[in-house]
């Protein structure tokens, strides 16, 4: 998927927690509840108030790509990089670029989904780039294919694309501009266009949405000047829960679900709001002005790391706490780092593990536990975030027992082996890295399913 006043947006991906890891190893989707859900107050594509659906035909350079796909026996992680004028695909292991697409503008980059795909967020519309790696599940193993990376002829029209969200298999992509919400199955952008259910919320504004397992929406609502409210909609578009006790709403992050629907928390000027169980809670804060508005969780740990502002005036506050909210009593902790961070800093290592790139180079490691940093990496030299949030900063990924971090003053992309606690490569890079994904070929949030008593369910059986 993030400052609100600079549209800046957190991304946040979904590692693993070290949380009672039998139950996490599934997200709480109910046996009863659809994998893919109907339609929710649609306006179709074809203006017929229906799911719209768009052509599922492949494009002719999609199926140019199939047809030069090989079969190999493992895939290396790739990294997409943005860069005034282009996209650069890097082979994280030999560290060869084996693609550079030139394109002209901003572009922003957010995980697709289905571990192949990443969506790029280009002025007036979501593109689709195909980074060239496919996991195929076939049965208890993989089959791994490999192809050209490519910029695809895959579009979604959306004023002022904003905020990318994956979730239980599904894609939403919200469109500032007109408030626009697409939401498709995350694996179907393999097939090309993907069929899309569309609805709307009733102002544009710069916001966020996602579709739960259940088949409820989660989207925020308000106006360009003014936006407090956070709802869940059901599938006729009627109000199932909502809150318009959070100012300045923006960004999100998916926790470990509740005991009856799936827990999602979004940052506010006055301290988050968690949805869990079917309500909105609020976390309580000592400040009056507390702005998290960006956002790591892990789908597979109840503990979400936020950024911590609280200087309402301040053109470009530089904290250097970062919080630890914990989304099963509406509880945080605070953590001093000693030194700042800015929005792209903040990802979560594969143990749940909070990590912060600090202005001193160090990639902190952080117990979500006790909130104890344990570990401080040096990664790069000393830096500061711009002025302007779209100038060229690090940016900090993880794949694996890997954290991805770019080094824009030195034009070079790092690989941190966090079981180890170092560098193990460093990469060059021929243009200055803005923005960052990074895909493996599997999905990155799949659809599982549990039953009510939390038995993990394999297709219809219990294990």
Known sequence: ????????????????????????????????????????TACGAGGNGEAGAASSSPSPSETASEAAAKEVSSLTPRAVVSYDGGLLTVDTESGEVIDDTKHEGFLRLNNAGDGRHVMVSDSDVFRVHDAGLDAQEHGDHYHYRESAPELTDVTFDAPHAGHVVVHNGRTTLFGDGDGSIKTFDSEALKDGTPEMTETATEN??????????????FTTQGTEDERTTVQVLNEDGSVKAETTDCPGVHGEAAAEPGKTTDTVIVGC?????????GEFHKVSVADAYSRSGNLAGSEESPIVLGDYKVDEDAEQ???TRVALFDTRDDSHQLVDLGSSYWFRSLARGPEGEGLVLTYDGKLNVIDEETGTVTQKIDVIGPWEEKEDWQEAGPAVRVAGSNAYVTDAENK??????LSEGKVAKSIDLPETPVEMAVVTGKPEAPVVR????????NGDHLE
């Open 1 to 40: 998927m993030h400052t609100i006043e600079r549209n800046a947006h957190e991304g946040a991906q979904s590692p693993m927690s070290g949380f009672t890891k039998a139950r996490r190893r599934a997200l709480m989707t109910m046996a009863a509840m659809a994998v893919a859900a109907p339609a929710l």
């Open 204 to 217: 544009p504004h710069h916001g966020v949405a996602l579709e739960l397992a259940d088949g409820t929406l």
């Open 269 to 277: 000027e006055n301290g988050p709001v968690i949805y869990r169980n």
């Open 317 to 319: 506050e530089r904290p």
């Open 412 to 417: 070079k992309l790092h690989v941190v082996d």
């Open 450 to 457: 549990v039953s009510l008593g939390g038995s993990k369910m």
